[in-house]
């Protein structure tokens, strides 16, 4: 082996040896940076990682990956106007993916934006879409017709022009609206309660399984002993004794405050009457909807709903509907 070529082959095992011994070059590359950025941010090291974001991002400026991951690490460490920035870029250079990643951080990061109470209003695009053009938003609120159950909420309807934002919120009633017609829209709440508790208080006595208190009024009625005790008569309310089946089952309950016979069978009727009620009546957990992005350029507007958990907790939810053309209702 010539010289040249030994000195070649020592400086070759000398590089690989000082390689093992400091680690290789780092890689500066805008993606080489974004990794390091990535492994940062999995370490919780926000302070570290966010500024290395945002030197990718400012290199690769339409790369709406780099403007989400900036974003959901400036939210990390309570930098929500950054945050902020970042996400509508990642929405404005995004696929579909990254931007319901995007809205989802908006609403994180509490952007919304504030919508009129059953009427309409022009809304104009985020700066950071770069989108001169505009939108126009009809609410409406709704509600159920329901005797245990009533439902009620709001819809929002997006459209090119407020002509068009009318005849969509003309078209929803206000009474039972069908589930096609609040969806023509973006619902912003449903909710639900009922009237379980007042119905049963006036009705739980009536039990099917013929319950100890529908025994003692039919006692009562027919004039014998009953199963239920008090210090009082149970058939005598007000001094009054009483006459047919509902009088006498008044009669008795009147009694749940001085006897503790009638008041444990009243209140086991009244406990059970108000869970089968509710169960029955199918009342769905409160949902709110909160509008944090809106392009007049592109056509999108980004909504995240929170709904509420029976057993506590919250679930939010990122979609993304479209502005309604005219062309949309064209007969």
Known sequence: MSSVRRACSLAFVLAIALGAASGFAEDTSWRGRWRKALTLYKKKQYDAACPLFASVAQSQPKNGAVWADLGVCELKRGALDASIHASRLAVRFGDERVRKSAYYNLGLAGATEILPDDACT?????????????????????????????????????????????????????????????????????????????????????????????????????????????????????????????????????????????????QRLLGRCIKDCSDSAGATPPTTCNVVHVDPCSGRVGVVCTTLEPKGGSMLRASEVELVEPEALAP
């Open 122 to 266: 022009t809304i104009s695009a985020p700066a950071d879409t770069a989108c001169v053009q505009s939108a126009v938003v009809c609410t409406k609120s709704w509600s159920g017709s329901g005797s245990v159950l009533h439902t009620f909420g709001k819809v929002a309807f997006f459209a090119r022009n407020q002509a068009l934002a009318e005849q969509l919120r003309d078209g929803l009633p206000e009474l039972d609206p069908p589930a096609e017609a609040i969806q023509t829209g973006v619902a912003l709440s449903e909710a639900s309660d009922d009237s379980c508790s007042s119905w049963c208080g006036s009705n739980a006595w009536q039990s099917v399984d013929s319950s100890l208190i529908m025994k003692q009024a039919l006692a009562c009625s027919e004039k014998r002993k009953g199963p239920l005790s008090g210090p009082s008569d149970l058939c005598v309310s007000q001094g009054k004794r009483c006459g047919n089946i509902v009088e006498c089952a008044q009669a008795v309950l009147s009694h749940a405050g001085d006897s503790a016979s009638v008041a444990r069978e009243w």
